[in-house]
């Protein structure tokens, strides 16, 4: 799946991130904690502080001496301070320290609390930014308001379909069209024909005039959207939904909408409502690639064996790994001999083994989904694999 425009952690920045290898690279990861009372208790702050304090003792261990640690972290210190980064707080935030100098993210994705000190950074959590996320078109429809937008989980613009397709019913069949031939039952939503009120034989005319106006629609929406692989989805009163998939030729319109009159509802959280709506379309990935895992359990195609796992990764067999949520693996892989060993914890000489086998994957194009642990192709596995070959 293509990287969204909307991405708030652009796949440049995340590449170099990926590529930064020095000494003593810091990674820290926290929630932001964005609700009121939270804030006023600075509770964001006082977690970096103590990720600063955990940061501080891995350094000693790596036999940093105590001035060099103060004088290096400082950059993170001050972030403490940064008033305009907690005041209008994002769901998490990510930082990265080394030799070069410090970078943080706030990103909208809440991360659990989590410190790394290595020869490179930490960037399993971020992961979701890229395979969880598409891109679609909103349509915001009624008589006499018209908008399109593009969008993805992250973001949405405006994309200007006035310029290609009338915005107002009138524009389409002229202005003798008289909108009171067409009243539509208050709070109530209908797939059916009987939510059109007529007066007499204008019932049919009304039927037939938004039919017009919708057949421009639709034609402007084609001529706009040029990635036609790209869902459609329409907000409106059912009724008007009802009409507008008869005048429909686009291959993508999604096939339920979002019910009720757009043109005064917040944008924000119609771009919510229209995620919440749209996101299983865009999990019908991971849905086959499950199946693929079931289809193909007794086969070579598969493993759960971390031993396998691991350096198929790096040599870019991986066509899908399944991550359980919340479990590190820590250990040392060998290269030359593609030998793995696992330690129970963090030492000052391994690495997160998960880290390295999720970034492995996706730097070579595999995918990547973390899901909870009875979730899992394989259960009590923290790593399931799909190869490509």
Known sequence: MPISEFQPLPKKTFETLAN?????????YLPMHKTGKEQNERLAQA??????????????????????????????????????????????????????????????????????????????????????????????????YVKLYKASRYGFKDIYIEDFAPDQLEKAVGFDY???????????DSHATGAFHGRGEGKDDTKKELLTFFNAIDKGVKKIITNQNAPLVVACVDSLFYLYKKANSYSNLFHKNISGDPEFKNKNKMHQDSWRLIQPHFEKTKKVKLDKFTELYHTPKVSYEIS???????????????????ADLFGIY????????????????????????????????????????????????????????
């Open 20 to 28: 930064e290898h020095s000494l003593h690279c810091v990674s820290i």
């Open 47 to 144: 977690n970096l502080k103590h990720c600063i304090k955990e940061v501080h003792k891995s350094l000693t261990k790596h036999l940093v001496p105590d001035n060099e640690i103060t004088h290096y972290l400082k950059p993170i210190e001050q972030l403490i301070a940064k008033i305009e980064l907690w005041r209008n707080p994002s769901d998490g935030l990510a930082i990265f320290l080394d030799r070069k100098g410090l970078s943080y993210y706030p990103l909208p994705i809440t991360f659990n609390m989590k410190t790394e000190v290595a020869d490179h950074f930490y960037l399993k959590p971020l992961l979701p930014l890229y395979h969880e996320d598409g891109d679609y078109y909103l349509l915001e429809l009624s008589e006499d």
């Open 308 to 326: 396998e796992i691991i350096p198929a990764a790096v040599n870019g067999k991986i066509d899908t790994l399944f991550i359980q949520k919340n």
């Open 178 to 188: 008289r909108p009171k031939m067409l009243q539509f039952r208050s709070g109530q």
């Open 334 to 389: 060998n290269s030359e001999t593609g030998c793995v060993r696992i330690d129970k914890r963090k030492e000052i000489n391994n690495a997160s083994l998960d880290n390295l086998t999720s970034m492995s994957t996706f730097k070579q194009g595999g995918k990547v989904y973390f899901m909870e642990a009875d979730e899992m192709p394989i259960k009590d596995r923290p790593l399931n694999a799909l190869f490509r070959y």
